[in-house]
């Protein structure tokens, strides 16, 4: 496979259940960040990753944990979730997280309801 | 509060018209801009992206960047059917992630 790829796809999940997400990029890029899309706001950066290590995390609920085992995967694990963390969520990457120049490169996505 | 903002919309063209696509940002550190189409249901896909100020063509895409009225836009020459997406602007300073605007729904009519 080539680029960004997301699993599962869709995820429906009540709010006591415990899920994760997977990101694999096979860029070679060292940067990986996690993006929520809710309906009528703008995408929403969560973390952000350079070459396993965390760099940015935008005071996102303890209920979402990042996880970047190695620069190629990304997880987001998911435990006692609330309706309102219904979205997509989409992973991206990029050569880097500082060049200003370099763009993110986005999965697919994963499309999550709680209930 | 780093901002983009656009207009919601939706914009309404007729097939082969041009279709504008404005953006304001707030953050004058801001250095690289990019345009993203999202289908419904899809992710977002870069259609462009530009560093300097004045006019960055791509086919039937223009560019278009004033760094002093912090104001970036897209053209769109001959639009057709296929255009008809959510188009999402993001701007980027060095050593953060992208910030997004919502997004401007086109719609281009046959």
């Known amino acids: 496979e080539t680029g960004v790829t997301q699993t599962p796809r869709h995820l429906v999940m009540g709010m006591t259940n415990k899920k994760s997400l997977k990101c694999e990029q096979h860029?070679?890029?060292?940067?990986m960040y996690w993006y929520k899309q809710s309906a009528k706001k703008p995408l929403e950066l969560m973390f952000v990753?350079?070459?396993?290590?965390?760099?940015e995390n935008n005071s996102v609920p303890s209920r979402f944990s990042p996880e970047c085992p190695n620069s190629s995967h990304l997880f987001l694990h998911l435990h006692t979730l609330q309706p309102e963390d219904s979205a997509l969520y989409l992973c991206?990457?990029?050569?880097?997280?500082?060049?200003?120049?370099?763009?993110?490169?986005f999965g697919p996505g994963t499309r999550l309801l709680v209930l | 509060q780093k901002e983009v903002e656009q207009n919601s919309g939706p914009l309404s063209v007729p097939e082969g018209a041009i279709a504008s696509l404005n953006c304001t940002y707030s953050d004058r550190g801001s250095q690289s801009f990019f345009w993203y189409r999202q289908y419904s249901g899809k992710s977002p896909e870069l259609i462009m992206f530009?560093?300097?100020?004045g006019d960055k063509e791509d086919g039937r895409f223009t560019a278009q960047l004033n760094k002093a009225s912090q104001y970036v836009s897209l053209l769109i020459r001959d639009s057709q059917p296929s255009d008809s997406a959510t188009y999402l602007c993001a701007v980027r300073e060095a050593g953060t992630a992208l910030i997004f605007g919502k997004g401007t729904t086109l719609s281009v009519s046959s």
């Open positions: 991206a990457s990029s050569p880097t997280d500082v060049g200003y120049q370099e763009t993110q490169y």
């Open positions: 530009i560093y300097s100020n």
């Open positions: 860029l070679g890029h060292n940067a």
């Open positions: 990753y350079s070459l396993e290590e965390r760099v």
